[in-house]
């Protein structure tokens, strides 16, 4: 573990990786249909389609991709996995402002998730260096930088757009992303070898290669998801976190119709919708340190199932008929218990995972998470075509408050086992 000052610095550093991140990709995405024009993609329906291909393409690459860095980052190192997926961040937000044709910007969006996930090297990152009592802290300090971008990212686009348009925004969030990569290179420490941490010790030759293959061998891709849906805890908060992501996607596709349908159409109604937006990003601002820092003091699994229980409510009010302020109130609260769910899987994840199978256990985590992000938007769309959108957030509540309850049977007390990795001899 590192000293504690050496620690919270790297975790300021991640911190402002994280914010870039999450504010380059929402600061971006309302104007993608804008930048489809602008490169000539036909009529609205193309325009439409090359949109809905340029969302989606970032979350399909990197859910097949996370755990191979993860298994890269456990091998190599996760300092420099940090810087990697910085810099490849960097790389495809300046290849997506040179883009000249529709495809050119999907490929180059598909870069930007294959060769980016700051999520999970920052994640893996803290769960190795950070000491264990402060481990819910660090993660909850992450989470909110993803908050704090999502909350002024669109704002900040929007500034960026309306004064130099959309290229100019991809170019100064690659030039500032490329330059947060250069400071994670020059100042994170922690640059060995995870893997080499404890066969390192071992002078026979011959039994460092057989103790690396079988290390190897224990923690390879298949086997950390057979061991993620296998150890019941696990397997619970995993199904869980899909689920919360499914939630999340499919009421947020459905929230401006459900908003037009109680305001009349007019501009300011476009500035209630973003207020609501931008209430529930600051709930989760506010709320993701806190909640990180009681993971360290107590139960995670138990704020998990109150946070679930509550944010299920907080979905069920909305199809209530209740006035501007309410929903105002509704939609902080309402990220404020959401950001306590995913950090908490990723929480338990940290603490059944050792220096050696970490990173991969946390990029197969976030692959199997992602099924719920791909799924959410097509689910709540079918949902409210057929019922109407309001029965997507009664739908979505009942399955939140579903899973949560779920949460709570007697397998939330065990105790995640941790495979000690024995010296080979």
Known sequence: MMPQVAWKQSVRILWGGRFLSSAGLTGISPFIPYYMEH???????????WTGLSVSAPALSYALLTPIWGKLGDRWSRKWMVVRALTGLAVSMALMGLAQTPLQFVLFRLCQGAFGGISDASSAFVGTHAPNKHQGTALGHLEKASAAGLLLGPL???????TWGSRSLLFVTASLTLSFAILAASLLSGGEKASDI???????SWSRRQGRNELQRKNGIFQTFL????????????VAGIFF????????TMFTPLIREGIPSSPSAVLVIGLLLAMSSLGE??????????????NPERNLRLAGLLCGLCLLA????????GLIVIRFLQGFFFSALLQTVMLNVLRCSTDQDRGVRIGATNSLLMIGQLTGPSL???????????????????????????ICRPAVEEVPPVSVQQPYS
């Open 285 to 298: 601002f506010v709320g993701s340190s806190w909640w990180g820092k009681r993971n360290d003091r107590t």
């Open 318 to 325: 909305h199809s209530l008929p209740i006035s501007v302020i």
């Open 198 to 204: 404890k066969v390192s010790l071992q002078t026979n």
């Open 380 to 406: 709540g769309v079918w949902i409210g075509g057929i019922f109407g959108t309001r029965a997507v957030f009664i739908i979505m509540g009942a399955v939140m408050l579903a899973i949560s309850l779920w």
């Open 245 to 252: 992501k499914l939630v999340d996607f499919a009421t947020f």
């Open 227 to 238: 061991f993620l849906l296998s150890h019941s805890l696990t397997r619970r908060l995993v």
């Open 156 to 162: 900040l686009g929007s500034a960026c757009v309306n």
């Open 39 to 49: 490169l000539h993609a036909g009529s609205a329906k193309e325009v439409l389609m």
